[in-house]
Nanobody, 117 residues
Framework: VQLQASGGGLVQTGGSLRLSCAASGSTFNFNVMGWYRQAPGKQRELVATATTSGGRGSTNYADSVKGRFTISRDRAQNTVYLQMDSLKPEDTAVYYC?????????WGQGTQVTVSS
């Protein structure tokens, strides 16, 4: 499985960005795709995850992003998006796409998100 992420950048406080991550290769009907982030000097942390529709399409968010970020998947279930609104400087980090399924855990390359104050 390969994951290709895009959409990071520089934005001012209160702005918006949309991240995308496309999966290719052998994905299973049930998997969980999501986003994690890692700020300088900090551990990688969960941002949001979304299961496939076979897993009822459930979503999960870190408390720090609830109400501001929205995760979604396309109909083919092989692309995950993260709409980030009302961005704050503390959202600055490298964002990593993740796919988890029965045969393992896969990571995409990171994409930098920088929110200026």
């Amino acid at each position: 499985v390969q994951l290709q992420a895009s959409g990071g950048g520089l934005v001012q406080t209160g702005g918006s960005l949309r991240l995308s991550c496309a999966a290719s290769g052998s994905t299973f009907n049930f998997n969980v795709m999501g986003w994690y982030r890692q700020a300088p000097g900090k551990q990688r942390e969960l941002v949001a995850t979304a299961t496939t529709s076979g897993g009822r399409g459930s979503t999960n968010y870190a408390d720090s992003v609830k109400g501001r970020f929205t995760i979604s998947r396309d109909r083919a279930q092989n692309t995950v998006y993260l709409q980030m609104d009302s961005l704050k400087p503390e959202d600055t980090a490298v964002y990593y796409c993740n796919l988890r399924q029965v045969d393992g855990d896969y990571w995409g390359q990171g994409t930098q998100v920088t929110v200026s104050s």
